[in-house]
């Protein structure tokens, strides 16, 4: 059974532990060929004129966010790195928000250093360990939490959603008689947070459910952290788009990248009702339906491909109104910066950005 095999033979034959590199590499010649086809090889950056890069990476996350109305996004507030928990708790308490909340920084990628947080101590214990600049937002405590690809072509106007995932939270489910430590071994997916949790939630773990009895062990949906990414493509419907539609058209400068949100249903979902937009990530964001398990290599290849060649196309479009992408060789050198990282500042390809994340 999948939950036996060795933790290396899993990284190996399920794509969506890939290093996100090794992903990519053999789609780098249909890259040259949407290069050569806009005339430029940093086209990409142009698809959203009103992120910085097109959001290929380092893009602030508060900057996109105020320019989603504001019924459809989360109380958010910004504070840079000097800020003291004296300071941020006066903003909280003037904001009216609660715990528990949302902590993450404001430049980041594919879920690092996302916290859900209960307590003032908590916030102060975070802090200490914190050097950016970073974001609070209210918790949202709806259970439909959704990945959402779309695009807008400038010049023609047509748009589209070319990908929903959706995303399973992890947790276990009791039988009576096993711990949920036991029950995490149980589970291929689950074992890999086992370290993680076991600092999160210590002595937690030896405790027995009842039968039947779901806990939720994390709450925060990224791939990294054991969010299980399912294909919601079937939840695409023309009205659907023109619920994007409403919520992207007063997003100035932005035509192309993925709605990362939760809903309390799928009937507010159509409505347009009830939505909260946690992140707006850039033109870098994947295609998340692709790494749904049941999905296969060659399928999840097609549809990076039509979604880099969406990208292509809106970029294009701009370019002709007058954007212009960022210079070649000041790309080389962000790129070069953002992978001198650490390795542990690196994630897998399957942790999808929450843009390319997650």
Known sequence: MRHK????LVKIIYYEYWPFW??????????????????????????????IHGGVFGESKIDILEKIEPKYRPVT???????????????????????PIIIKPNIGERGSAVEKLESESELEHYLEQNDQDFIIQEFVDYEIELGILY???????????????????????????????????????????????????????????????????????NHCLGTKFLSGQHLITPGLIEVFDDIARDIEGFNFGRFDLKVKSLNDLYAGEHIKVMELNGVTSEPGHIYDPKFNLLKAYKDTMFSMK?????????????????????????????????????????????????
């Open 310 to 358: 969406t990208s292509c196309i809106v970029s294009i479009e701009n370019m002709k109104l007058g954007v212009k992408p960022t210079p070649f060789w000041e790309m080389y050198r962000l790129v070069r910066v953002h992978f001198s990282k650490k390795p542990d500042q690196q994630e897998t390809s399957g942790a999808v950005k929450t843009a390319m994340t997650k």
């Open 77 to 99: 507030l910004f504070f840079k790195v000097e800020s003291t928990l004296h300071q941020v708790m006066q903003a909280i308490e003037k904001s009216e928000l609660i715990f």
């Open 22 to 51: 090794l992903f990519f590499l053999p789609l780098v010649p249909y890259w040259v060929y949407l290069a050569i086809r806009a005339k430029s090889w940093t086209y990409f950056t142009a698809a959203n004129p009103g992120i």
């Open 151 to 221: 695009n807008k072509r400038p010049i023609s106007g047509t748009s589209n959603i070319t990908s929903i995932v959706q995303k399973e939270f992890l947790g276990v489910t009791g039988d009576g008689t096993s711990s949920i430590r036991e029950l995490l071994h149980k589970n291929e997916r689950a074992r890999f947070q086992i370290p993680q949790l076991e600092k999160k939630l210590g002595k937690g773990l030896n405790v027995v459910l009842q039968k039947g009895e779901h806990k939720n062990l994390q709450p925060i949906g």
């Open 5 to 8: 095999l060795p933790h290396f």
